[in-house]
Structures are given as structure tokens and as C-alpha cells.
């Protein structure tokens, strides 16, 4: 059997939202709802749903639910749900071409004609623009490119494309995809240049800085700029968001540069008690200094891409232990991830012993079932490779038992599909 030294994190949220101003959903027919909308001078919004499809629960329960929804579509809209399956609806799902669920369909209901759809699950402001769209208030992307195609130095129309780039692009794919990504691929620089940085210190700029400007290299002024204003940018976006994106570049930068190779990350460590020590000093890693810490985890980094186990370890080792109480789950997780990819789940038997108490330690720590079974099967993986084959066969047991918790049926029946592998190759 192929055994794996795996790590996968799962995120899970949710959202629920008051009732109290919630789409008003008609019931009835397609056919009767179309009626009241013609009577009320509204539009159609069909949700096309069935009651296997689990987004479109997600929809109704999350998204629909909320207030600015509801008070934004029952003013404009006559909203009805259709289950695409029903055999009285099959002709109605043909004729909007219905070929993915959730589809959600905004009808001019005069003359029953397609204005807009949109497929899959989406966010709640994402939805209320394709309405506002569909409802003639605001222009969509294809309109805006028209229009900033006419006027290449209007700002406000840039600003505008470039702030619904992402949600559009999702919605394209293929040769479509291909084709916008080439037509959008200069309008950032092209916003910079018009814009002017020293204009964009304000909190709609900075988003876009953050969607079309997530890296930093060498030279850089875009990353120096905000370096630079730290305390203005602090003042009209926040403190948090304002540092999470400075170190996040910061960070990423080096531990690019150590993945390569490059010793330039050194230098660019210095900057941590430079320029950047406002930006880090909300941070605390224990007994150690910011600057201690970043060292240790950039020298680890370095030394794990030139296979240097022992090295690794060492400087693991002592992060862990001077930020002594406060490390977190992630911080075991993040190293567990690294040797998996660099290693590829075939590590020397030194390695899978020096894992065995980050493990431990890290299923002291409160997780998601998903989560902990995949640390329980790592532990057990890491005991088989240590010729330790009765715990490895604990491990995989008490990981089978968590897997019975995990909600997702289908991720539950995986888990315990890789658990059963694991027991026979003992």
C-alpha cells in the first residue's frame, strides 16, 4: 500500500442571518409567480435549486435569509423557487437552460426573457450586485469595459472594473476566461499610473492594492510607499489590515527567497528592526524577539530546501520552545506541511521521530474532527516508520473513532477509507 505523509486543513465556516426583513419567497407555481410579478410591475428571480444540492441550502439558509437581501429583492422582485427535478418543472429548467445547480435567473417578466443569471453558490453583496444589475442600477463588468474603453483615463470607471474583477472572473471560464484575463491584465498599471500612488491612501485603493498587489520583490515602491505612509494608511484603513498586508508581502518575499536559496533573505530580515518595526511590534513570540523568531523560522526554511534535516529541526526546535505557550496549532501544522512537500511523505526515520512530540503536542490542541483524525493518522504513519507498529495501529484505531464525528458524509467516508489503507499496510 502507498503510504502518504499527509496534511490537509479544512476550513468550515457558517453564517446565519435575521429573519426579520428575509427574501419573501412566493409560493407557488413558476407560471402563478410570473403573474403577480406582471400585476406588480416587478421582475422575476428564480432560484432553480433540488433537495440533494447542498449549496443550494447553503443559499437559502445563509444568503437569503439576510436583511439587506430581503430588503433589496422584495422591493424589485417576485421571487420563487423552483426544484429543477420536479417533473412539472422539467420544461420550465429546459427552457433556462438549467444545467448546474444553484442557477439563479432574473426574468423580465413581460416577455419571460433571460436578464441575468448566476451559477453556484455566491455571497450576499455579490448577489445584490448581479440583482442591481439585472434591475438597470448599475452597469455590469462587460458594460464598464465599454465604457472604459471609450475613456482610458477615467479613474472612477477603472476603480470600478478593477474592484469587480475577481467575482467577475469566477463566473468565466474557458476561452472566455482567456480573453478577459488578457483585456484586464493592464488595467491595474494602467490605474497606478493614472492614479498616482500618493493618491491612493484611502480605504478603496487599499483593497485594490491588496486584490493586484498581493507580492513584493527587491525593489519594490509600492511595497516601500505603504511602508513609507504606514501611519496614514493605519488612519483611514486600519491598524490590523494595514500590518497583515505589509507582513504578509514581507514574509512571503522571504520565504520565497529561502526556498531558493538565496542568503539575500538575511538582508532582508534587517528590515524587521528597521522600517518595519512598527508594523511588527504588535506581535509577541514568547521569550524570544520578533526579529529571534523570523530568524529562527527563515534559517529553518532555508535549511529544509537544502535538505538539511538536522538543521531544520534544530531551529524548529528552538522557536517552539522560546515562544514556549503561545504556539499554536498552525505553528506545528505549518512545519508538518513543509517537510511533507519537500520530502514528499518519505522522510529518513530521524525526521519521523523529531515529528512524533510535534504531534503530540499538537493533538493536545482543540480542532475540528476532520482535522484531528489526518494528525492522528500522520502520528500513526509516523510510528510505522519508526518500526513501532503496535502504537502506529493505536494511532490509526483512535483516528477511525474520530472519524465517526465528522459531519461532511462524504469526507468522513474518505478519511476512513485512508484509515483502512493505513491498518493494512501494517
Not at 122 to 148: C, H, N, T, W
Not at 301 to 310: F, G
Not at 327 to 351: P, R
Not at 352 to 366: G, V
Request: charged share 25%; hydrophobic share 40%; with cysteine.
Amino acid at each position: 500500500m502507498r503510504k502518504i505523509f499527509i496534511l490537509m486543513v479544512f476550513l468550515i465556516g457558517g453564517a446565519s442571518g435575521e429573519v426579520a426583513a428575509q427574501m419573501e419567497l412566493f409560493k407557488g407555481t413558476f407560471q402563478e409567480a410570473l403573474e403577480k410579478a406582471k400585476k406588480e410591475n416587478k421582475d422575476l428571480f428564480v432560484d432553480f435549486y433540488a433537495d440533494w444540492c447542498a449549496p443550494c441550502k447553503q443559499m437559502a439558509a445563509e444568503v437569503f435569509t439576510l436583511p439587506e437581501v430581503g430588503d433589496y429583492f422584495n422591493s424589485r422582485f417576485v421571487c420563487v423557487q423552483v426544484d429543477a427535478d420536479a417533473k412539472e418543472n422539467k420544461e420550465i429548467a429546459k427552457k433556462y437552460d438549467v444545467t448546474a445547480l444553484p442557477t439563479l435567473v432574473f426574468v423580465r417578466a413581460k416577455d419571460e426573457k433571460e436578464i441575468r443569471r448566476v451559477r453556484g453558490a455566491v455571497a450576499p453583496d455579490m448577489l445584490i450586485r448581479e440583482a442591481k444589475i439585472a434591475a438597470g442600477e448599475e452597469l455590469s463588468f462587460e458594460q464598464l469595459y465599454e465604457k472604459y474603453k471609450k475613456n482610458k483615463k477615467d479613474i472612477d470607471v477603472q476603480q470600478q472594473l478593477l474592484l469587480n474583477v475577481p467575482v467577475f472572473m469566477m463566473t468565466r471560464n474557458g476561452y472566455e476566461r482567456q480573453k478577459w484575463a488578457t483585456r484586464v491584465e493592464s488595467l491595474f498599471p494602467e490605474y497606478l499610473k493614472n492614479k498616482k500612488l500618493e493618491n491612493m491612501i484611502n480605504e478603496t485603493d487599499f483593497a485594490l492594492l491588496t486584490m493586484f498587489h498581493p507580492q513584493t520583490d527587491k525593489e519594490d515602491p509600492i511595497f516601500d510607499f505603504v511602508v513609507a505612509n504606514y501611519p496614514k494608511f493605519v488612519t483611514v484603513v486600519g491598524k490590523d489590515a494595514v500590518a497583515s498586508y505589509i507582513i504578509g508581502m514581507n514574509n512571503g518575499y522571504i520565504i520565497r527567497l529561502c526556498r531558493r536559496g538565496n542568503l539575500a533573505y538575511k538582508e532582508r530580515l534587517s528590515r524587521v528592526n528597521g522600517d518595519l518595526k512598527e508594523v511588527y511590534s504588535g506581535f509577541s513570540f514568547g521569550t524570544l524577539s520578533v526579529l529571534d523568531a523570523m530568524t529562527l523560522l527563515a534559517d529553518a526554511t532555508y535549511n529544509l530546501y537544502r535538505h538539511n534535516e538536522m538543521a531544520f529541526f534544530e531551529n524548529m526546535d528552538k522557536y517552539f520552545t522560546g515562544k514556549g505557550e503561545q504556539v499554536t496549532l498552525v505553528d506545528y501544522t505549518q512545519a508538518l506541511e513543509d517537510l511533507a512537500i519537500v520530502y514528499k511523505g518519505e522522510m529518513s526515520q530521524n525526521a519521523y521521530t523529531k515529528c512524533i512530540p510535534w504531534i503530540t503536542k499538537a493533538l493536545e490542541m482543540d480542532m475540528e474532527a476532520m482535522f484531528r483524525a489526518r494528525l492522528l493518522v500522520m502520528l500513526g504513519q509516523c510510528f510505522q516508520k519508526t518500526d513501532n507498529p503496535e502504537k502506529a495501529k493505536q494511532c490509526f484505531n483512535q483516528a477511525y473513532l474520530v472519524s465517526a464525528e465528522i459531519e461532511d458524509q462524504m469526507q468522513m467516508q474518505q478519511m476512513q477509507e485512508i484509515i483502512k489503507q493505513s491498518l493494512q499496510g501494517l
